[in-house]
C-alpha cells in the first residue's frame, strides 16, 4: 500500500498533466462551439500548460544524472583535477556546449509546475476577459480563482519547516501549511472553479438547452477534479532523483564517478580533492545531502575501489605466476 501511494506522488504532477489536457480541450471546445473566444482561448493557454506537466512533471533520472555528471566534470577541469582517459566524464557533453533545445528541457524538467502556474494565470485572466464581456460572472469567477491559484503556486517559495518549531498564531501555522506543499493552494483554488464551472454550464443548460457547450463545460470540470486532486498532493517541482538519504541509484553511481577520478589523483592531496568534491556535490540544488555525508561516501568508495584493484593486482600475478608453472612443467 504505501509503495502505490509513494509511486503515486511521484507520478503525480505528470498524471495531473494529463488530466488538465483533458478539460483544457474541453474548454476550448465549449469556446469554440458557443463562439466565446476568450473562453476558447482559455482552453488553448491552459492546454499548453497541461501539455508541458504531462511531458516534463517527473525527472528524467538518466538525463538528471547525464546533467550533474556534466557539472561535476566541469569542476573537475576548473580545478584542474585530471580526469582518467577511461572515466565516463570524458564522453559527457558539457551543458554550455549543448543545443538550445537541451537548454530549453533542463529548464523545463526544472519548473514544469511554475510554466503550468504562468499559463494557467494567462488564461484564467483571459477567461475573466471573457466574462466580462459576455456577461457571464460565474466565467469571470472560474478565471479569477485559477489565476489566484496560479499566481499562490509561483509566488509562494516551497520551504519545509522543522518539527521542533513551533508557530506562534495561526497565521504561522497557514503560512507554514501553505509553504510546505504551494501546489496545495493552486489544487484547492482550482477545485473550487469547479464549482464555479459547474454554475456556469447550468446556467448555459438552462438558458439554451440545444446549445451543447455546456456538456463540454462539464466535462472540463470532471477532469479537473482529477487534476486538481494530484496536484494537491505535489511538489512544486519535479521529483528529485537524489534523495534525502541517499540511496537513489543515481547519487550512488554520481559518487562512484567522483571517486574514481580522486583515486587516480596523487595520494598527497587526495583528501583535500574529497573535501572539495564534496562541497561542490552538496552545494548542487537537487542533492540534498552534506558535505560530510557525501565526503563520508566518496571516502568509502575510494576505498573500495583500492581493494578491488588490489584484488585484480593480485590474481594477475598470480595467473602469471600459474602460467610460468605450467610452461615449465611443460
Do not use: C
Not at 9 to 21: F, N, P, T, W
Not at 41 to 63: F, P, Q
Not at 278 to 301: E, H, M, N, V, Y
Request: proline share 2%; charged share 20%.
Amino acid at each position: 500500500m504505501n509503495s502505490d501511494i509513494n509511486y503515486l506522488k511521484q507520478e503525480s504532477l505528470r498524471a495531473a498533466g494529463y488530466s488538465y489536457l483533458v478539460g483544457d480541450a474541453a474548454l476550448f471546445a465549449s469556446g469554440i462551439m458557443s463562439g466565446r473566444k476568450h473562453e476558447a482561448l482559455s482552453g488553448a493557454v491552459y492546454t499548453a500548460g497541461g501539455l508541458v506537466l504531462a511531458r516534463y512533471g517527473k525527472e528524467n533520472a538518466e538525463r538528471r544524472l547525464h546533467t550533474m555528471q556534466g557539472r561535476l566534470k566541469e569542476y573537475f577541469d576548473n580545478e584542474h583535477i585530471q580526469i582518467p582517459k577511461a572515466s565516463e566524464l570524458n564522453s559527457i557533453t558539457l551543458k554550455s556546449e549543448g543545443s538550445i533545445i537541451d537548454r530549453i528541457e533542463d529548464f523545463m524538467y526544472a519548473y514544469p509546475s511554475q510554466i503550468l502556474n504562468t499559463m494557467y494565470a494567462i488564461g484564467g485572466f483571459s477567461l475573466i476577459h471573457s466574462g466580462m464581456k459576455h456577461s457571464k460572472g460565474w466565467d469571470s469567477a472560474s478565471g479569477a480563482l485559477v489565476a489566484a491559484g496560479a499566481l499562490a503556486g509561483i509566488l509562494i517559495p516551497e520551504k519545509q519547516h522543522s518539527p521542533d518549531h513551533l508557530s506562534k498564531t495561526s497565521l504561522d501555522k497557514v503560512v507554514e501549511w501553505a509553504q510546505e506543499k504551494p501546489l496545495r493552494v493552486s489544487g484547492y483554488m482550482y477545485m473550487a472553479n469547479n464549482a464555479a464551472l459547474i454554475t456556469s454550464a447550468l446556467k448555459e443548460r438552462k438558458a439554451n438547452p440545444l446549445q451543447k457547450s455546456y456538456m463540454f463545460k462539464l466535462l472540463t470540470v470532471a477532469s479537473y477534479m482529477v487534476g486538481n486532486g494530484l496536484l494537491a498532493i505535489s511538489s512544486k517541482d519535479s521529483v528529485s532523483y537524489i534523495d534525502k538519504d541517499g540511496n537513489s541509484k543515481a547519487m550512488q553511481q554520481l559518487e562512484t564517478t567522483a571517486a574514481r577520478v580522486i583515486a587516480a589523483q596523487p595520494e598527497e592531496i587526495r583528501n583535500q580533492v574529497i573535501q572539495q568534491t564534496s562541497g561542490f556535490l552538496a552545494g548542487q540544488p537537487d542533492i540534498k545531502l552534506s558535505a560530510t555525508q557525501i565526503a563520508s561516501d566518496l571516502t568509502q568508495r575510494i576505498s573500495e575501489l583500492s581493494r578491488i584493484q588490489n584484488k585484480s593486482w593480485r590474481t594477475n600475478v598470480m595467473q602469471q605466476k600459474s602460467n610460468q608453472i605450467s610452461a615449465v612443467i611443460q
